[in-house]
């Protein structure tokens, strides 16, 4: 499974326009908030952005600089976990998994 794969399955999951008023993240589209889009240089409307520039953020945040694409090499089932965890937990959250409890032939990689 490829990381374009991976992403296009979060896409997939996370749909269009939201903005729940119960939901802190505030307005969201392809799962991506208002903040994190303004973060990555999109000033547009949310319920414009478009769905490559969702995948370039899930790209650059929650598959590169997690270095999940290194875990890829050795898992992409484990590296599909992690990214989505990611997506629902944010990326500061998996960032920190305890890289003890992962297979100790991935610990070695993902240094």
Avoid at 42 to 60: E, N, Q, V
Wanted: hydrophobic share 35%; with cysteine.
């Amino acid at each position: 499974m490829t990381a374009d794969q991976i992403i296009e399955g979060i896409l997939g999951k996370e749909g269009g326009y939201v903005n729940n008023p119960n939901d802190k993240g505030g307005p969201t589209r392809w799962g991506i908030t208002q903040t994190t889009a303004r973060a990555y240089g999109y000033s547009g409307d949310m319920k414009a952005l478009p769905r490559d520039t969702a995948k370039a953020i899930y790209l650059s945040q929650y598959w590169t600089e997690p270095k999940f694409d290194r875990v890829a090499e050795l898992s992409p089932v484990i590296a599909q976990e992690l990214c989505d965890t990611g997506v629902n937990m944010g990326p500061r959250v998996v960032r920190g998994v305890d890289i003890s409890k992962v297979p100790s032939v991935i610990k070695e990689e993902w240094k």
